[in-house]
C-alpha cells in the first residue's frame, strides 16, 4: 500500500457530497478500483475505472481519474448514513497484484 | 451464490503458539488469495493461489506462515509460532481469473497475539 496514498479520515453532513482522494504511482495501470469496506465485514468493490477515461458515474458515485497528475477521486452524491465506511483505492501491478491505500475512513453525520 | 467463507472469525493466543485460519472461495472461482490487513492500514497480499498451484507468494513470511489449497477449493492458512506483529486481519478473497482486480472477500479472521 506504500504506492498509494489517501487521505485517512472524512467527516460529512448527510445529504451533502463526499469527495475521496488517491494518488497513485504507476502509470501503466489500466483499471483503477474503489473499494468499501463496513465495519467488521470483508472488502467489497464499489467501482472501477478504465484508464482512457477521464471519468465514470455510476448512480450516486462518480469517479474521476486524472492521469498527468496520477490522481483518483471518487465522489459520493447525497451521503447517506449507510455510506459510512472505510474506502480503498488499488491500482494493479503489471501481473494484476492489487496495492491497496490505507483507506479513508468517511463517517456520515445527521 | 454464497460468499466467500472464512473461519473462525476471532481467535486469540499467546506468542509462539500456532493458529489456523480455513478458507472457502465463491464456487468455480479459480484464484484464492490470503491478505493480512494490520490495524489502520490497508490490505497486504500474503499469498495468491491459481487452482491449487502457488502463483505469488513473494510477500508470505515463510519462516512462519505456510498455506495450501491442496485440491483446488478450500485454502488453509497457519502462523507457527506466532509473534505479537501477527495480530492483524486475515482476508480471504477470491476472482475468477488471475488478472483480474475485482475480488470477491470474506469477512475475514481477526488474529490477536498476546
Known amino acids: 500500500g506504500e504506492d498509494v496514498e489517501q487521505s485517512l479520515f472524512l467527516s460529512v453532513r448527510e445529504g451533502d457530497s463526499s469527495v475521496i482522494n488517491c494518488t497513485y504511482t504507476d502509470s501503466s495501470s489500466t483499471y483503477l478500483y474503489w473499494y468499501k469496506q463496513e465495519p467488521g465485514a470483508g472488502l467489497q468493490l464499489l467501482t472501477y475505472i478504465f484508464s482512457n477515461m477521464d471519468m465514470k458515474q455510476d448512480q450516486r458515485l462518480t469517479v474521476l481519474l486524472n492521469k498527468k497528475d496520477k490522481h483518483l477521486s471518487l465522489r459520493i452524491a447525497d451521503t447517506q448514513t449507510g455510506d459510512s465506511a472505510i474506502y480503498f483505492c488499488a491500482e494493479p501491478s503489471n501481473d494484476y497484484k492489487l496495492s491497496f491505500g490505507a483507506g479513508t475512513t468517511v463517517t456520515v453525520r445527521a | 451464490e454464497a460468499g466467500v467463507a472464512q473461519s473462525p472469525r476471532y481467535k486469540i493466543i499467546e506468542k509462539r503458539q500456532s493458529v489456523a485460519f480455513w478458507c472457502n472461495p465463491i464456487s468455480g472461482h479459480a484464484t484464492l488469495y490470503w491478505y493480512q490487513q494490520i490495524l489502520g492500514q490497508g490490505p497486504k497480499l500474503l499469498i495468491q493461489?491459481?487452482?491449487?498451484?502457488?502463483?505469488?507468494d513473494s510477500q508470505l513470511p515463510k519462516d512462519r506462515f505456510s498455506a495450501e489449497r491442496l485440491k483446488g477449493v478450500d485454502s488453509t492458512l497457519k502462523i507457527q509460532p506466532a509473534k505479537l506483529e501477527d495480530s492483524a486481519v486475515y482476508l480471504c478473497?477470491?476472482?475468477?481469473?488471475?488478472?483480474?482486480?475485482?475480488?470477491?472477500f470474506g469477512e475475514g479472521s481477526r488474529l490477536t497475539v498476546l
Open positions: 478473497a477470491s476472482s475468477r481469473r488471475t488478472n483480474t482486480g475485482e475480488l470477491f
Open positions: 493461489f491459481q487452482n491449487n498451484g502457488v502463483v505469488d
